[in-house]
């Protein structure tokens, strides 16, 4: 499966598979889908980003965010309370700005 918010980048890759005879389906639409209740299979996601570009920097923030989520849920999970006072001021500062 390869998603792109932007179509043109389909139509390239699309091409491309085209070119190479590869088998393939386009479908547009959101990652999500991929993603359905049921899915037996793997499902890889593979995002295609252009460097020093606004959408790296969200997708650097996003990541960042899940870090920082995942950390937290497993201090609740875990029940570990003496860590608290790390979580408990995030210095904005630090943060990579958009």
């Not at 598979?17 to 049921?38: E, F, K, M, P, V």
Request: aromatic share 10%.
């Amino acid at each position: 499966l390869i998603f792109s918010s932007m179509s043109r980048m389909l139509d390239l890759l699309e091409d491309y598979c085209w070119w190479r005879n590869y088998r393939y389906c386009r479908l547009d639409g959101q990652t999500d889908r991929a993603h359905r209740i049921g899915q037996k299979k793997q499902v890889r996601v593979f995002r295609f980003i252009t460097d020093n570009t606004v959408d790296e920097r969200i997708i650097e923030r996003a990541e960042m965010k899940l870090h920082l989520d995942s950390i937290v849920i497993q201090q609740v999970l875990i029940g570990e309370t003496e860590h608290r006072a790390s979580f408990a001021r995030i210095d904005i500062f630090t943060l990579p700005s958009l």
